[in-house]
């Protein structure tokens, strides 16, 4: 069986993969050609992350502290934090792999990423198509 990868390049698979109504989420460390500026499928756009505080303590709408915790749960690894300067808490390289009837699958980089309160996906503007 063949993977064709499109729009980035596959340095590793990190933790393990699930699937997901035929489509297989590869943890990775991966480059993306031509990422978008801002993530795009924003996570509060799909649903609404409750996250319950003890005290006087609030989130608010920090999605991206829920994504960053769930992360190791699903994927059996935890995705590394750069302290360089930026302001994201979040920031995995993911692979969505399509895998056709001959044999045969596409695959597609994506980042899991956060700005401000707000978590969402990062894609190569070269594709994948919008259907994708």
Same mark, same amino acid.
């Given at each position: 069986?063949?993977?064709?990868? @499109? %729009?980035? %390049? ?16 590869? *943890? =990775?460390? =991966?480059?993306?050609?031509? *990422? ?12 609404? #992350? ?8 609030e989130l608010g709408e +920090? ?5 960053? +915790? ?5 994927? %059996? ?15 995995? =390289?993911?692979? !969505? ?5 001959? @044999? +045969?699958? #596409? =695959?597609? *980089?994506? +980042? ?9 996906? #990062? ?6 198509? !919008?259907?994708?």
């Amino acid at each position: 069986m063949g993977v064709v990868i @499109r %729009h980035g %390049h596959l340095f590793g698979v990190v933790g393990e993969p699930r699937c997901s109504d035929g489509v297989w989420f590869v *943890p =990775a460390r =991966a480059e993306i050609e031509d *990422p978008e500026e801002s993530p795009s499928h924003l996570l509060r756009d799909h649903g609404c #992350v409750d996250i319950s505080c003890d005290g006087d303590f609030e989130l608010g709408e +920090a999605d991206g502290v829920w994504v960053r +915790a769930v992360i190791p749960t699903v994927f %059996h690894y935890t995705p590394l934090h750069v302290a360089d300067g930026r302001s994201f808490l979040l920031d995995a =390289a993911f692979f !969505a792999v399509l895998l056709g009837s001959e @044999r +045969a699958g #596409v =695959a597609d *980089p994506f +980042a899991c990423t956060d700005v401000g309160s707000v978590t969402g996906l #990062v894609f190569s503007r070269l594709g994948p198509d !919008a259907g994708v």
